[in-house]
């Protein structure tokens, strides 16, 4: 596997940084090379921020922000046109929005012609399983639909690492469902 | 080989002092420091390290308190970044000239002003000649691994000098990477026992510390200082082979990376040199002669060893995250210039200040210092010596 570089897009505390580390460990548990870190700017709550990852079978040695992402996925829909959310995503990339709205909408939006657009009602989703719009989880879901960087077992079980003592066995698992529910409605076109 | 743990760059740090578990820590947070000292908190109150914690009220009482916990006998580290350096600058010299063997991860920030909490290295460049031995390490596992083999370079007998292991702020110290940690007692066996030869507390025999020291003897004290830094040239090494023996990572003053061959190099520091060996890859895959020297320890300067891995470079670009304001280039670059003067090695040398305030430093950007160096081979002189990169003209 050549290098994947993913770069999130969300606001300020909806868990972009969250997913890209919870991502970037259970593919660290998977044996590969892994990096996962923010974009620090000036850090305020629903300011637009971005998160990366890189992940490779081998030794990664660049440490600068990801301009070329193979996937890109947007946690806030409003988003989609507020900020450029496509730059730098190749003609074969992946865009991965939060949204009710189509993956057709969302070319429409973007301007983005090529590649895969996957849509998911994360938002709904975590409302629906954790009662909190917190769409970061399931949006890891629906990552791994278009990529399989990791099982969703494999992801599971670091989510549950990381969740269980911080929230407790009943929100830990809303938040699996999430991930698996969005892995299932992910929409691609 | 064990399991990697993700870690951030600051909690490597956190946990190797956790394992080299200090007599005193004295330490006040400071971005992007600030998770070093969080992490290394918890440590003590959950009861994990019987570390005395110090947690002052300023940088400046910080090294204050390590100098007198270093003085008394104690093993003793802190850690800081920029402004928090710069205010403890007092004491930093005067930790190195009493020969306190103190271990100082910094994370690397531009200092003020105007103010700003990104990486450069304005703040320990800017402490270069402070007596302080300085470690830029590349990557989370080198900034870990470096904590540890730092307490050894530092209260090694012969050398006697504090020392500050630098990692780039939020580059390294908040990005999440793997990192493979070493076994506890495997750890405090390498550092061993910390024993002073003249505690301040022995009270059966009793030394001074500090005192006023004019004319007649400060010339001495300070020569002493210089020949302890030279001694760290020739101890450094010895502490390396040992610290290879035990944990299988080789440490030079250096790294050379595709240099052998090479008829373009780059010089630069800490985690701007793998993004430049990533370049370096992919110019090579074009049969292009690139290659980098990242100079892991810049304090004591290993002049031998940079002049022998540059001398069949025909061009080379020096990086600088710092200004030095001498409007004369940066301080990476001065000094090896300086050093290149005498050895017989003429390579044609240009130098790139970048980064400053945390700007970015991408491939696109070491391509273009590569494409510069191609055409000064080309032409056989340097057109411009001192250049920005990433700057706006």
């Known amino acids: 596997m050549a290098m994947i570089e993913i770069r999130w897009h969300g606001r300020g505390g909806q868990g972009a ?94 301007g983005f012609k090529k590649g895969k657009v996957g849509t998911v009602d994360a938002t709904k989703i975590a409302l629906e399983t954790l009662k909190l719009p917190m769409p970061n989880m399931p949006m890891l879901g629906a990552l791994l639909k278009v990529n399989s960087l990791v099982t969703i077992d494999q992801l599971s079980e670091r989510v549950r690492g990381k969740f269980l003592k911080k929230i407790g066995e009943e929100k830990t698992n809303a938040n699996l469902e999430g991930i698996k529910r969005a892995y299932n409605e992910v929409k691609i076109g | 080989m064990s399991k990697k743990i993700p870690l951030t760059g600051d909690q490597a740090v956190a946990y190797a002092m956790k394992q080299i578990e200090p007599d005193v820590v004295a330490a006040y947070p400071i971005t992007p420091q600030t998770e070093i000292v969080m992490n290394f908190s918890s440590y003590v109150a959950n009861g994990q390290i019987s570390t005395e914690l110090i947690p002052v ?74 007596g302080w031995i300085q470690i830029y390490c590349e990557n989370a596992q080198e900034v870990y691994e470096n904590t540890i083999l730092a307490i050894r370079i530092a209260e090694h007998k012969k050398i006697l000098l504090p020392v500050m292991v630098c990692q780039d702020g939020f580059i390294t110290s908040h990005a999440v990477e793997g990192v493979e940690l070493f076994d506890d007692k495997k750890v405090k066996d390498f550092i061993g026992e910390y024993k002073i030869d003249n505690p301040l507390l022995d009270v059966d025999n009793p030394v001074t510390y500090g005192p006023l020291d004019l004319q007649d003897y400060y010339f001495e004290h300070k020569r002493q200082q210089g020949e302890a830094m030279k001694n760290a040239l020739t101890v450094i090494p010895d502490v390396s082979k040992d610290f290879e023996k035990t944990f299988g990572t080789k440490y030079d003053f250096i790294e050379e990376y595709k240099l052998n061959d090479a008829e373009i190099a780059i010089v ?43 001398k069949n470079i025909k061009a080379v670009a020096i990086l600088d995250r710092s200004e030095s304001f001498s409007a004369e280039g940066g ?24 980064g400053l305030g945390g700007r970015d430093i991408f491939p696109a950007d070491i391509n273009k210092v590569y494409a510069d160096l191609q055409d000064v081979v080309k032409a056989g002189k340097v057109k411009t010596a001192l250049n920005y990169l990433g700057s706006r003209e």
């Not at chain 2, 301080?331 to 003429?346: E, F, M, Q, R």
Request: hydrophobic fraction near 40%; aromatic fraction near 6%.
């Open chain 1, 17 to 110: 940084k969250t997913a890209s580390q919870f991502l970037g460990e259970a593919a660290l548990d998977t044996g590969k090379y892994i990096q996962s870190f923010p974009e620090y700017g000036p850090e305020r709550a629903g300011a637009p921020m971005k998160a990366f990852n890189r992940i490779s079978e081998e030794p990664i040695y660049i440490h600068s922000s990801v301009t070329n992402p193979e996937i890109v996925v947007v946690i806030d829909p409003t988003l989609v046109i507020a900020i450029d959310v496509i730059g730098g995503l190749g003609d074969d990339g992946v865009l991965l929005v939060n949204t009710d709205k189509s993956p057709e909408d969302i070319r429409k939006a973007t």
């Open chain 2, 57 to 130: 009220e300023s940088e400046h009482s910080a090294m204050s308190a390590c100098v007198g916990a270093a003085a008394a006998g104690a093993r003793t580290m802190t850690a800081t970044s920029a402004n928090g350096l710069a205010l403890m600058w007092e004491i930093v010299y005067i930790a190195a000239s009493t020969r306190l063997p103190i271990v100082m991860p910094v994370v690397n920030r531009a200092l003020s002003g105007p103010i700003n909490i990104h990486c450069d290295h304005s703040d320990t460049m800017g402490c270069r000649d402070s």
């Open chain 2, 331 to 354: 301080p990476l670059y001065t000094d090896i210039k300086a050093a290149l003067y005498d050895s017989g090695v003429k390579p044609l040398v240009s130098n790139y200040i970048y």
């Open chain 2, 268 to 310: 630069a520091l800490s985690s701007t040199a793998g993004t430049v060996k990533f370049v370096v890859d992919e110019l090579r895959a074009k049969g292009i002669k690139a290659g980098l020297l990242r100079p892991r320890i810049f304090r004591p300067f290993p002049k031998e060893k940079i002049t022998k891995a540059l």
